[in-house]
């Protein structure tokens, strides 16, 4: 099967000899590594770079939000044992575990070899710089087809969540020995936070250590969007204030605690809960918003509680919420939280691994509490709504995390041993 290049935005000129530079994620899915992905790759165009964005499905809420100059380009899936041959060949001791778990586990390991053929058939027909990826399993087909390739493509790994979170729970436990050869195939990798690169430094046990660059969250655009109408009536003036959360219904975002926490504050006084987002998965999504309502029904506050879904632009509802709250349970760097304080909303936040410490300078800049409290997330949802910081501090604070300064270290990391002087400025 041929693979597709399945939309390709409106063009920007691009200099003659400019390197290419491509991005490979899973899907297009409305999640902060599809959002951050994005934005990263539309800065990496708008500064004269070929930009392409490698899908294994081109499915998601983000398909139609493709920036200017980015060729999207869908990946068919081809045989594990192609697969297997270039691990080999990549990494002779990787190629013999992954033909080894082939054996003992076809369904879940076939779902990582499938994926190496066409992407190195991709970098052989489309010279690459450099190939920025995310996520593990997404990390390791990269890492894999590069070096199997050989064609001196750059490779940069990304991980935007916390790995000993995940292995608490039970997940990726298999993919960890995989993770630790293919990882150190990497020209680099880097995490989205100081905390999470030490983590990840140490669980992987890299030698070379993992670079700690922030995710491209607030961009020119921002105030632009925060800006658009919104035309909802809990936002009118004089209605309750609105205490809003954002991200996917999964169990990582423990909303089921923000419920709680907002019934303890429902109960003194008047006051809404919005969350915005979604489930991947449509009955997931159903059964988990279902749940979420249930508790609010269970503690008397199911008409002060809506979820409406994913919303592609969520900035007009964090400039006019009187406050955010991040209910995580692990995280990586939360974007949502950024953005809040971007469009100048007071925030509140568990102290999960890892991100919010950092964000927020231990507290400086809102208040963290333990994870799954619903009562001291009560209580700090609370105290702000009573002394919200001063919005200029917010705004200032997120300015900190900038698409300029994200674009400026991945660049340099992509055009590393490069003479590319005109795309260095």
Known sequence: MDDTVMQRSETIAVPPGAPRIAFYLDDLGGGGVQRMTLVLAGEFARHGFPTDVLVNETTGEF???????????????????????????????????????????????????????????????????????????????AAIAARAESSGTRVILTERNSILAKLEKGRWRELVPV??????????????????????????????????IHNPVVGADLEQQAAAPLDDPWFAPGAPPVVLGAGRLSTQKDFESLV????????????????????????????????????????????????????????????????????????????????????????????????????????????????????????????????????ETMVARARCFSVERAFARYRSLALEGRDFAAFSA
Not at 91 to 103: E, F, N, S
């Open 63 to 141: 398909r139609d939000r493709v920036p200017p100059g980015v060729r999207v380009i869908e990946l068919a899936p081809a045989a594990p044992t192609l697969g297997c041959v270039h691990a080999l060949r990549a990494d002779p001791p990787l190629g013999m575990y992954l033909a080894h778990r082939l054996v003992l586990d076809w369904r879940r390991t076939r779902r990582l070899l499938d994926r190496i053929p066409p992407l190195v058939r991709h970098l052989a027909a489309e010279p690459t710089a450099c190939l920025v990826s995310a996520t593990p399993r997404i990390n390791i087909i």
């Open 179 to 212: 993770m630790k050869r293919a990882y150190r195939l990497a020209d680099h990798v880097v995490a989205v936070s100081e905390d999470l690169a030490r983590e990840v430094a140490a669980a992987l046990d890299l030698p070379g250590g993992v670079l700690a």
């Open 260 to 391: 709680r926490a907002f019934a303890i504050v429902r109960r003194e006084r008047p006051c809404r809960l919005l969350i915005l987002g979604k489930e991947r998965d449509a009955k997931r999504d159903v059964a988990r918003r279902e749940a979420l309502l249930a508790i609010a029904r269970e503690e008397g506050v199911a008409d002060d509680v809506r979820l409406p879904g994913f919303v592609a632009n969520p900035f007009p509802y964090m400039a006019r919420a009187a406050l955010f709250a991040l209910s995580s349970r692990d995280e990586g760097l939360p974007g949502v939280l950024i953005q809040a304080m971007a469009c100048g909303t007071p925030v509140v936040s568990t102290d999960c691994p890892t991100g919010p410490r950092e964000i927020l300078e231990g507290g400086r800049f809102g208040p963290l509490v333990p994870v799954g409290d619903a009562k001291a997330l009560a209580e700090a949802i609370r105290a702000t709504l009573d002394a919200p910081p001063a919005r």
